[in-house]
């Protein structure tokens, strides 16, 4: 591995020590066999795989703590909650926030999305409000608004990408503007890899009074992310694309935002006081959280943070730089793939989208699974992306802790085999 990678504050990170194969053995799921080959699993984009750890924590928390959370007065409740909320305070110092009544659980980034496009657009968004998305954005970042745009007679703003596939800011003082009412936009791009410039947008944003929400399902996973430094309003993220469970997922809001924003789901726990005449809601972040969560998923989350921590999100980031570089080399030895997203991999993540001028991103996927390998093909919930770069569906291979050189270099060798088969 090689040992030129930088971290954050431009250090040069020696991954030495970042020992591949000794973490590849903490991921039972990788040492199976698929189509009588070693598993090269290379769609982490979509979801990643789970530690030993964490499929540890389910069976512990089913076998030794079940119950449901915050009503109970009896011991397995108060277990229950002390692990529920356990995982919430790790969230808080994951991502840098000093109050934890600002992290909401909630199942997946999608709804954290939604929740503010209930909680607060449908009570901000007025008729010819301008909403600013990038031409990058998820389907769980776009449709929302969208919808709500429609709805409410607002106007949708889109910030453009250039052929690099970094956002346009030529003309963004013509996009970001006193008529702006929110800025949505995600701060790592699942099809093109870049990472945005989300707090400069931020602080644009709101030298307009608008509210910004950051999509961070794409970069809490592969970077420190510190809330207070990006400097947006909301963050979302799921917990299934950074070793934990499905069916988790975090909204971060500032409080004064939160407080003054309407729960999106009513019933109970998110109460304070229930009468035919008056209702009060709990504090944050119950009010949040109707109804029974998903108790035991957000109990093991708590160990995949524990295990990114362990080796340390700057490690994690160099050795993405460093295996993203070695693969988009290695991509670009076969003539006629196309690599889509910045060729630098200083502002890119290791989310690596390419087509063949011949065969179908499915065809790709499908002969690369004959091998073993899983990679990513379609539109990945980007539709009005790939209408800009002029594609149908893309193939995607997308990388993580456990990936090495030896995963891209079966890529690629697969690649070339499926070339011959095709008779390109
Ligand atoms: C950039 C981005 N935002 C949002 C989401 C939605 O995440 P989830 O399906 O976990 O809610 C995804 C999922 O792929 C994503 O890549």
Not at 32 to 37: R, S, T, V, Y
Request: aromatic share 8%; charged share 25%; hydrophobic share 40%.
């Amino acid at each position: 591995m090689s040992t030129d990678a930088a971290n954050k504050t431009g250090k040069p990170v020696t991954l030495d020590a970042f020992d591949t194969e000794r973490i590849k053995a903490d991921f039972p799921i990788l040492q199976e066999q698929i189509n009588g080959h070693r598993l090269v699993y290379l769609d982490n984009a979509a979801t990643t795989q789970k530690p030993r750890v964490v499929i540890n924590a389910l069976i512990e928390h089913y076998r030794k703590n079940n119950a449901n959370v915050h009503r109970g007065l009896h011991t397995l409740a108060e277990r229950s909650t002390e692990g529920f909320e356990r995982t919430r305070a790790h969230i808080a110092r994951f991502i840098n926030v000093p109050d934890t009544g600002e992290v909401i659980l909630t199942k997946g980034a999608t709804e954290a999305i939604n929740l503010v496009t209930y909680g607060w657009g449908e009570h901000n968004i007025k008729p010819g409000d301008e909403i600013v998305l990038t031409e990058m954005e998820h389907h769980a970042n776009f449709v929302p608004w969208v919808t709500l745009a429609q709805k409410k007679g607002a106007v949708i703003r889109r910030i453009p990408i250039t052929v690099c596939g970094h956002l346009d800011l030529s003309d963004i003082d013509k996009i970001i503007t006193p008529k702006t009412k929110l800025l949505a936009l995600c701060h790592a791009s699942n099809v093109l890899g870049t990472i945005n410039q989300v707090a400069e947008l931020a602080k644009r944003a709101h030298e307009f009074g608008a509210v910004v929400v950051g999509d961070g399902a794409q970069a809490a996973p592969h970077m420190t992310v510190d809330i207070q430094q990006l400097g947006v309003d909301f963050y979302a993220f799921s917990a299934h694309k950074m070793l934990g469970p499905t069916g988790v997922g975090v909204l971060w809001g500032r409080r004064e935002l939160l407080e003054n924003m309407t729960p999106f789901n009513y019933g109970g726990e998110m109460i304070r006081e229930v009468g035919y005449e008056r209702i009060t809601f709990n504090d944050l972040p119950w009010k949040f959280e109707a109804g029974t969560p998903n108790i035991a998923d957000v109990v093991a989350f708590d160990e995949a943070l524990t295990y990114l921590e362990d080796i340390g999100m700057d490690r994690i980031r160099a050795h993405e730089m460093a295996l993203t570089k070695y693969a988009l080399e290695r991509l670009s030895e076969i003539s006629g793939i196309e690599i889509q997203g910045p060729q630098d991999v200083e502002s890119r993540g290791a989310a690596i989208s390419f087509t063949d001028p011949t065969i179908h991103p499915h065809d790709i996927s499908t002969f690369l699974d004959s091998r073993g390998i899983a990679i990513r093909a379609g539109h990945h919930c980007a539709q009005p992306l790939m209408r800009t770069l002029g594609k149908v569906a893309t193939a995607r291979a997308s990388l993580y802790i456990y990936n090495t050189e030896s995963d891209i270099d079966a890529l690629y060798d697969a690649l070339l085999e499926m070339r011959k088969y095709f008779g390109v």
